[in-house]
């Protein structure tokens, strides 16, 4: 299991204070499927949750990620042991305006 986690909080170098909301797109850049658990938490706990299959060379989408200018952590959990082939792009938006891009090297990375 790998694990990929964003924060966001007032002040921080990714400020919470200015993001409406989110899109997450995860591609696998592999040549096996595996299965990502996304989850969203915030002040009063889990906000989001959703399970993806990413198959081989696809990539899928997750839009419109409400974080209402609050602090949150997404958190990404994968079945697999590795990040080599699991690429991930945050959007981060206000009023559906981008303000910001991040990626798998933005977060912070648990084996």
């Known amino acids: 299991m790998s694990i990929l986690r964003l924060e966001s909080a007032p002040f921080s170098p990714i400020d919470c204070r200015y993001i409406e909301s989110c899109d997450i ?7 096996e499927g595996f299965e990502m658990l996304v ?3 915030g ?3 889990l906000f989001y949750v959703q399970l993806i299959h990413v198959s081989p060379g696809s990539t899928v989408p997750l839009y419109d990620i409400l974080t209402g200018y609050l602090p949150f952590q997404l ?3 994968t079945n697999v042991n590795h990040y080599d082939h699991t690429w991930v792009t945050v959007r ?3 009023h559906g305006n981008l303000i910001a891009l991040y990626t ?3 977060t912070i990375r648990t084996l």
């Not at 797109?25 to 040549?31: I, L, P």
């Open 25 to 31: 797109e995860v591609t696998n850049g592999g040549t």
């Open 39 to 41: 989850h969203g938490y």
């Open 43 to 45: 002040n009063q706990g």
């Open 104 to 106: 798998q090297e933005d």
């Open 92 to 94: 981060v938006r206000d």
């Open 75 to 77: 958190v990404l959990v």
